[in-house]
């Protein structure tokens, strides 16, 4: 196999789907010798921020000289992104080499496993074969059910924010949502958790006392913001001054919080990370897609926004570093995303919306999203390609203006890509 083999034949038809349930994930691991259970993890559940958490924590467990593995979905740019190690993503031969090793146990299964199934596995077999200290693993979907959640009881289980996302799938409070991410948090284990409404709270205390696990809960009382500006924030977190954060945003200070609460709750449990090893791990972090700057002349952001909760750490970003810029939205969205709400916020700091269509099955036509912006009161024009709407956003914004990228994920390679291109043919 190649690598262009490999990831056709994951993402092939025969893998589609996103069926509930652990069982087809334990059959394959059991045929493959269980790799998961050679390694330890952080594992996070939660809607917004799993990724951010998540790549904190283990730039600081790589600073603190371990092997840490990174597992994320979904890529932006290229299926590599996935499965890390040490800042690395996986190699081409890797992919290839592993997913032929897998693919014998997946076709042998009489119920076959999804994709991200398949995905979760080949993950495991990678990271065991490289011998990884810790993995931290992020959630696909959910948390009881999603086939990470095969995993022994984790170093700490983790929950980030948590908001109205797969209502259908998950339950349509945020409490039922909570009861449902707690899944992960297993007997004896430890748990760390966003600060949330007391009632979500008391939905993770009682799964926590019920199974004999250990909660914290991020500090966020004692956060405070220094400095920020569009090359990074600096802030204060408890006894800890002055830490160094490239990330931007409020809401990623919060996640910086959840992150120092697993550092010392895996302080407490003997792994050994010193305080130098955390400034160090959140200094150099790196997260693409998050309100990431990737051209400073002209100015050009990409976020993948895509929920509600998303578009109000957006919103909270454009007043705090693009206040009284000519703001152009490029954006495109799922159909079955809540894009009737989820554009209001934006609408009074925005110029004009440059629409595009998602390069993805479940997409909303941009010409469909720009008439409803058009209905909404906003200035709004459909373009045929991501390279038609990001050469429009640019001409919009001139040359004191901003370019602002966000409505899914799924647009930020394809985005990032035609401006490259853009830029270096000017």
Known sequence: MTITEAVEYIHSFFW????????????????????????????????????????????????????????????????????????EQIADEDVAAITEYVRQFAEAM????????????????????????????????????????????????????????????????????????AGIFKEGGHAVVYRGTPSVEAVFERICQERNVSLR????????????????????????????????????LHNASVVLSIIDTLKGIGWQ????NIREGLRDVSWPGRFDIVSREPLFIIDGGHNPQCIE??????????AGR???????????????????PVMPLVSQFVCITPPNPRKLEAKELAEHLT????????????????????????KDGVVLCFG??????DIRNALLDILSSN
């Open 375 to 398: 209905r909404a009161g906003a200035t709004a024009t459909a373009c045929e390609s991501v390279e038609a709407g990001v050469r429009k956003a640019l001409e919009l914004a001139g």
């Open 326 to 344: 000519n703001v152009i939205a490029l954006t495109g969205v799922l159909a079955d995303k809540d894009y009737g709400d989820m554009y209001k």
């Open 273 to 276: 990370i010193s305080e130098e």
């Open 110 to 181: 009489e119920e076959k496993p999804t994709e991200f199934e398949l995905v979760t596995a080949i993950g495991f077999e990678y990271f065991a074969r490289q011998n990884c200290d810790i993995v931290v693993l992020e959630v696909g979907m959910g948390g009881a059910l999603d086939s990470t959640n095969v995993i022994p009881v984790p170093e700490v289980a983790v929950i980030t924010n948590i908001g109205l996302d797969h209502t259908e799938v998950l339950g349509d409070t945020v409490e039922k949502i909570a009861e449902t991410k």
């Open 408 to 413: 899914s994920l799924y647009t930020i390679g």
């Open 313 to 322: 750490a957006l919103v909270k970003n454009i007043e705090d570093y693009l």
């Open 217 to 252: 809960k991020a500090d966020f009382a004692s956060l405070k913001l220094k400095s920020h500006d569009l090359f990074g924030q600096v802030f204060d977190c408890g006894d800890r001054k002055d830490l160094a954060l490239p990330l931007l945003g409020d809401h990623q």
């Open 16 to 87: 589609k789907g996103s069926i509930p349930g652990l069982s087809r994930t334990q059959e394959l691991l059991r045929r493959m010798g269980n790799p998961e259970k050679k390694l330890k993890f952080v594992h996070i559940a939660g809607t917004n921020g799993k990724g951010s958490t998540a790549a904190m924590t283990a730039s600081i467990l790589q600073k603190a000289g371990y092997r840490a593995g990174l597992y994320t979905s979904p890529y932006i740019f290229r299926f590599n992104e996935r499965m890390q190690i040490n800042g």
